[in-house]
């Protein structure tokens, strides 16, 4: 069965429609700050962990004992291309530098996770958790770095002011 509605009730509709959108529109403005302060500080403990804090507690936990110099010095090599993202990790505002730190952290990410699953064989319990807890800050990262790409203004489509 049709129904004809009037001019009327179609002007009300859609401005009815329209203030949906406009509220959805705010709504989907969710603030930067507090992810980019949790990325920035996460990444900071992360850089300082995996530097000094994974050298000396493997060091102490491994049976071997491990030279903790020689593991800094490996770790500092490993870490290059953190200390060249490291300025625009803690600034967060260009989405390309984040997206290009993204690529490097989920890199890390994967190798930190290959490390916990062969050391969960041969290594001592406290050996594990070590490893386990630079995995879980690198997936904090990424989740962090994932949500303020997602709140970032988008990539295509920016209009320029004029200068």
């Known amino acids: 069965m049709a129904t004809n509605r009037s001019n009327e009730d179609r002007d009300i509709q859609t401005s009815a429609e329209k203030t949906a959108q406009a509220t959805n529109v705010v ?8 992810i980019r302060q ?3 500080v ?22 071997s004992n491990p030279d903790i110099i020689g593991g800094i010095a490996w770790q500092a090599l490993w870490l290059v291309p953190a200390f060249v993202l490291t300025p625009s990790i803690l600034r967060g505002r260009s989405p ?15 190798a930190s996770g290959v490390v916990l699953f ?3 064989y041969g290594s001592s319990w406290a050996e594990i958790v070590v490893y ?9 990262i990424n989740v962090w770095l994932f949500i303020l790409l997602k709140r970032l203004p988008s990539m295509n489509n920016v209009v320029k002011q004029p200068r």
């Open 132 to 140: 386990l807890f630079d995995f879980v800050l690198l997936l904090a």
């Open 42 to 63: 996460t990444w900071l403990v992360w850089l300082v962990f995996r530097l000094l804090g994974l050298p000396i507690l493997i060091s102490i936990f491994n049976p």
């Open 38 to 40: 949790r990325l920035m």
């Open 27 to 34: 709504k989907a403005q969710k603030p930067i700050t507090p």
């Open 118 to 120: 062969t050391r969960i």
């Open 96 to 110: 390309y530098a984040l997206l290009i730190g993204s690529m490097f952290t989920l890199v890390y990410l994967g």
